[in-house]
């Protein structure tokens, strides 16, 4: 893809998800969501995207299996579609948190999403790492439970047996898709250090481990929350949940 094709289509992604988030504001909220409903279409915005990018990034590689062998050059022009997609959501979901979030209660994610638009976006003009960044994106498979479970709590439905059901499936997918996937390219990153410029893999290392850090604190306030007896207090601190 050419940049003005990368721009096209982070543009147009970042429009869908105005789009999206419109129209699900459009629709019929349970009652005790309407309490905070820039959070409801918020998080409902968000399960879309884990959606849409969790195929998308399993397909990139059912589709072409030889970016698996090597994750710097090889690339299709559908996983470089993907990732300039995934800029799209992170920038509209950055604009949108500054704009109805108070700093204190969003800046941890607002931090995340800066790395991911600036790794994404170095990959995507370089054409390169483009692998990397959809083995990156797997964590989304993970998200649709992760915000499925948001959904649930805020629909008044945690005490539901499908919530339950989603808390097992999304612990168990958070350890597949999110640590264990963390650790592979941490992994990755140091056994292929002599074929990553320094800046890259300074920029990487960085961000591996700013997001293990964050991923473990997450695990354990989702394992104290759903499976051991948790305070009043633990559970309002899963804003970020």
Request: hydrophobic fraction near 50%; glycine fraction near 4%.
């Amino acid at each position: 893809m050419e940049l003005s094709s990368v721009i096209a289509t982070t543009g147009s992604s970042v429009a869908l998800f105005r789009l999206v988030n419109a129209g699900i504001g459009r629709l019929r909220a349970p009652e005790s969501a309407c309490r905070n409903s820039w959070k409801w279409r918020n998080i409902s915005t968000s399960f879309v995207h884990s959606f849409i990018t969790a195929v998308w990034a399993v397909l990139c590689f059912f589709r072409h299996p030889q970016m698996a062998e090597d994750l710097i050059e090889t690339h299709s022009v559908f996983s470089h579609a993907l990732v300039s997609f995934s800029i799209g959501y992170f920038i509209y979901d950055f604009l949108d948190m500054v704009c109805n979030q108070k700093l204190s209660q969003s800046w941890e994610l607002l931090f995340h999403h800066v790395v991911v638009i600036t790794c994404f976006g170095l990959s995507v003009v370089s054409c390169r790492y483009v692998g990397f960044a959809v083995v990156a994106l797997l964590v989304e498979v993970n998200s649709v439970f992760l915000h499925l479970r948001q959904i649930l709590r805020m629909a008044s439905m945690a005490a539901s047996t499908l919530y339950r059901v989603n808390s097992i499936i999304n612990l168990g997918t958070y350890v597949v898709f999110r640590i264990n996937t963390l650790a592979w390219m941490t992994r990755w990153l140091v056994l292929n250090r002599d074929n990553v410029p320094l800046v890259a893999y300074t920029l990487g290392s960085v961000g591996m481990a700013i997001m293990t850090v964050m991923n473990i604190i997450l695990f354990c306030r989702l394992l104290r929350s759903d499976f051991l007896k948790g305070s009043t207090r633990e559970a309002k601190k899963e804003k970020e949940m």
